[in-house]
């Protein structure tokens, strides 16, 4: 993590791309959430990778002035780990929908965290494909009734935080985008933290699923007895439905990705030459 010397102010971050999302959209409060942790904790933007898939989260690299890349359908860990792996000095962010990290790009997920890719992941759910219309994604509840839906969903959703405890996550947090502090606070504890951080934001969609009214209901913060570091009792908490809590449900240290990594390429050697690997593979 590449710190500046001098003061980094929010207006510092954002590029001359103007924000598309629909008026009142949640993704402007993580926006504005990922700009004022990066200013805070003075990270340098040229030190700053952002990596997204498809979706209305899709577009969040175009709005911050640091180094970003709009991938395919459902790759941004892929991107991110490599980019990641590429080089290690750069603060590394995924961004997704809850369609592009839980339907078609979920088979990368447990990787990502059994590797504990250094990448912070931020999820923002709104429990709907918004950009294509306002079909039923992978988070929707049982019963939703919309246009692409008119007889209810009848598949039980995903549960996101109890899905990356159970793949072996060191870090797994919930927020709010309509709790900013809180929020940023949490991207900041992600981006400090030394592996794969996972962040489900909820993020409601005000134009297909404007679900802000219920989770202000639903919504409560973790226990302040809670033990972020007794994995159990994280499940316990993400398998309450009835409630959402906000916080970091499980924190823990362990080695990196690049970290094993380099211990491999310790253990190899550094003096065999592209030559010397020819010679002694190909025939």
């Known amino acids: 993590m590449i710190t500046l010397t001098e003061s980094l102010k929010v207006k510092d971050l954002k590029s001359d791309v103007k924000p598309i999302w629909c008026p009142g959209c949640g993704d402007f409060g993580v926006l504005n959430s990922m700009l004022k942790a990066l200013t805070d904790l003075k990270l340098d933007p040229a030190h700053v990778a952002i990596a ?5 989260s ?3 690299p175009a709005f911050v ?6 991938g395919v359908h ?3 860990l892929p991107l991110a780990t490599g980019i990641k792996m590429a080089n290690p000095e750069l603060t590394v962010f995924a961004v997704g929908g809850d369609g592009d990290a839980f339907s078609i790009g979920a088979g990368h997920l447990p990787h990502a965290v059994r590797r504990n890719v250094d990448i912070t992941y931020v999820v923002m759910d709104n429990e709907i494909y918004g950009l294509t219309k306002g079909q039923p994604s992978p988070t929707s509840p049982v019963g939703m009734e919309r246009k692409a839906s008119p007889y209810g969903t009848y598949d039980i959703p995903l549960n996101p935080i109890a899905m990356v405890l159970s793949y072996g996550a060191t870090f797994a947090a919930r927020g709010f985008s309509s709790q900013p502090r809180d929020l940023t606070e949490l991207i900041k504890r992600g981006i ?3 592996g794969f951080a996972f962040i489900q934001v909820i ?3 005000v134009t297909f699923y404007d679900t802000y009214a219920r989770f202000k209901d639903i919504t409560v913060p973790i226990p302040e007895e809670h033990d972020p570091a007794d994995r159990v009792a994280a499940m316990e908490l993400a398998l309450q439905t009835d409630v959402q809590h906000l916080g970091v449900f499980y924190q823990e240290e362990r080695a990196s990705h690049h970290a094993r990594v380099d ?3 310790d253990r190899a050697g550094t003096d065999l030459s592209i030559e010397d690997l020819l010679k002694r593979f190909v025939r």
């Open 52 to 56: 997204s898939g498809i979706g209305c």
């Open 58 to 60: 899709g577009r969040f």
């Open 65 to 70: 002035n640091a180094y970003g890349f709009h």
């Open 74 to 76: 459902g790759r941004v």
């Open 192 to 194: 400090q933290h030394p």
């Open 203 to 205: 993020s409601p969609c």
């Open 263 to 265: 211990q491999v390429r």
